[in-house]
């Protein structure tokens, strides 16, 4: 098992600290990796999901997809509001051209 899956598996303990959940979505964030970003936009698209870590799973997302220069509208369209609203401003301060290339809505 390598630092992915440990992050993964924090995220989706649901009887792990929010705080520690939260802290694995900033991180997983970090890694251009197929595992992580399904991982980030399960939770991006469950509306059960505590509130709590739906922002940085968004960022973390926007960073991911920034890092490809990849953007898809689908999922974006599917993610609950507050994970939404974190990619497209992560795409504004950090890859603008992004929203403009693919029409991205708030």
């Known amino acids: 098992m390598d630092q ?8 989706f303990d649901k009887n792990a600290d929010l705080a520690e959940r939260d802290d694995a979505a900033m991180y997983l964030g970090e890694y251009d990796d197929d595992r992580a970003l399904a991982a980030l936009i399960k939770i991006c698209l469950d509306k059960t ?4 870590i739906f922002a940085h799973c968004g960022e973390s997302v926007g960073s991911i997809w920034a890092q490809r220069n990849k953007f898809d509208p689908i999922i974006y369209s599917k993610m609950v509001p507050i994970a ?5 401003y992560y795409f504004k301060s950090n890859k603008p051209e992004l929203i403009e290339k693919y029409k991205i809505n708030k």
């Open 4 to 11: 992915i899956d440990l992050l993964i598996d924090i995220l």
């Open 84 to 88: 939404r609203h974190e990619v497209y």
């Open 49 to 52: 999901e505590d509130e709590f």
